[in-house]
């Protein structure tokens, strides 16, 4: 496989800062939640409209969370979208070596 620039570059910023590292999964994490949500929602057949109006909100609400860039995402908000689309929504927090829980939230 082809590797590119791009990648040959984030590769060796994440080697040598923890600092860029963490930036660069926070962003992943921002992505990973924006598509959660556009996920739960297609999965429900629903467009952003019907969402909006079936937990009470507007439209440009819903494409602001499904929106990679934004950071406001709230636990209350996800369960909410969780719960119209059908969807269980569950909590797992981990620290290695001992700590591991998983908490059914919706």
């Known amino acids: 496989m082809k590797r590119d620039r791009h990648t040959e570059i984030v590769e060796r910023k994440m080697r040598k800062?923890?600092?860029y590292r963490r930036s660069f999964e926070?962003?992943?994490?921002?992505?990973?939640l924006a598509l959660l949500v556009r996920e739960m929602r297609e999965e429900a057949d629903m467009t952003q409209v019907e969402l909006a109006k079936r937990i009470d909100t507007t439209q440009s609400v819903i494409a602001?969370?499904?929106?990679?860039?934004?950071?406001?995402h709230s636990l209350a908000m996800l369960e909410r979208i969780a719960t119209a689309c059908g969807v269980a929504l569950k909590l797992h927090a981990e620290k290695k070596p001992d700590f591991d829980r998983e908490v059914a939230l919706v």
């Open 26 to 32: 926070r962003t992943l994490h921002q992505i990973d």
């Open 17 to 19: 800062g923890t600092t």
């Open 64 to 72: 602001r969370l499904e929106d990679a860039e934004y950071t406001g």
